[in-house]
C-alpha cells in the first residue's frame, strides 16, 4: 500500500516538474518573440489608422448598453420574484425555491455588470482624457457621459440589491443585515443555517481556488507586458499584491477558525 502511495505520489511530483518546466519554456518563447511578433504586427497594420474619438463614443455607447441591459434583467427577475411572492400561501416549498432562483438570478447581471463597468470606465475615461488634452470636440462630453453613467450605474445597482435582498428576509424572516451596513456580511451569514454557510464556505473557497490560478495567469501576463510592451513595473505590482492580501488574509483567517475565535 505504502509503495503503491509512493510511486503515485512520486508520478504526480514527474508529473508537476514537466508542467513547470512547460510553463516556464512558453514564457521564455512568448517574453523572446512576442516583440519580433508585436513588430510584425505593427509593420502589417501601419497604414490603418485608428479613429480614437470614434472608438470613445462606441465605448460610451456600449458602456450605456450594457447598463440598461443588465440593470433590465435584474428588474424584470426581481419584479416576478415580488410578484409571485405576493401569491405565494407561505407554505408551498417549491414555490419558496421557484422565488429565490429568481432572485439568484436577479443578482447575477449585477455583479458581471460591476466588473464589467470597472473596465469600460477606465477604458473612456483614458481614452476621454487624451482626447481632451488634443481638445477634440465631443471629447468633453462624451467622458462626462461615461463618469454620470458609472455612477447613476452604481446607485440603481445597490438600490435594486437592496430590494432583492429585503424581499429576501420577507421570505426568510430569519435573516439579518442591511446592505448599507459595514457589517452586512457578517450578519447575514451569521444568521443563516448550517447548511447555507456551508454553501457559502464551499462557494467563497472555489472562488478563492479561481482567483489563485487567474493571479498566477495575469502574473506572467503582465510580465510579458513588461518585457514586450514596456508596460512598466505597476501591473506586475498590483498583480503580485492581489495574490499576498488574498494568501496572508487566508492564512489568518484559517488560524483565526482552527483556535476557535471564529
Avoid at 45 to 70: A, P, R
Avoid at 215 to 223: F, H, M, N, S, Y
Wanted: aromatic content about 12%.
Amino acid at each position: 500500500m505504502s509503495k503503491k502511495k509512493q510511486k503515485t505520489d512520486k508520478q504526480i511530483f514527474h508529473r508537476w516538474v514537466i508542467i513547470m518546466v512547460l510553463a516556464f519554456l512558453a514564457g521564455v518563447f512568448g517574453g523572446s518573440f512576442s516583440r519580433a511578433i508585436i513588430e510584425w504586427f505593427m509593420n502589417i497594420t501601419s497604414d490603418v489608422k485608428i479613429n480614437m474619438e470614434l472608438m470613445l463614443y462606441l465605448s460610451v455607447g456600449f458602456f450605456m448598453l450594457v447598463n440598461v441591459i443588465g440593470l433590465g434583467i435584474t428588474f424584470v427577475f426581481y419584479k416576478k420574484a415580488k410578484n409571485m411572492t405576493k401569491k405565494w400561501d407561505g407554505e408551498d416549498e417549491d414555490v419558496l425555491d421557484a422565488i429565490e432562483d429568481k432572485l439568484d438570478i436577479a443578482m447575477l447581471p449585477i455583479t458581471i455588470m460591476t466588473s464589467v463597468n470597472y473596465f469600460l470606465f477606465g477604458l473612456t475615461t483614458y481614452i476621454g482624457m487624451a482626447l481632451i488634452e488634443l481638445k477634440v470636440l465631443g471629447s468633453v462630453i462624451a467622458t462626462t457621459a461615461s463618469i454620470l453613467i458609472f455612477v447613476s450605474a452604481l446607485l440603481l445597482s445597490v438600490a435594486l440589491q437592496k430590494k432583492c435582498v429585503d424581499l429576501t428576509k420577507q421570505l426568510n424572516p430569519e435573516k439579518k443585515g442591511n446592505i448599507f451596513d459595514k457589517n452586512f456580511s457578517k450578519e447575514w451569514l451569521a444568521s443563516c443555517d448550517e447548511a447555507q454557510q456551508l454553501m457559502i464556505y464551499k462557494a467563497s473557497y472555489a472562488a478563492y481556488k479561481s482567483v489563485a490560478s487567474a493571479c498566477q495567469i495575469l502574473w506572467l501576463v503582465t510580465i510579458i507586458g513588461m518585457m514586450s510592451f514596456d508596460t512598466g513595473l505597476l501591473p506586475v505590482f498590483c498583480v503580485s499584491a492581489i495574490m499576498l492580501v488574498m494568501q496572508i488574509s487566508y492564512f489568518v483567517e484559517a488560524k483565526k477558525l482552527e483556535r476557535g475565535k471564529r
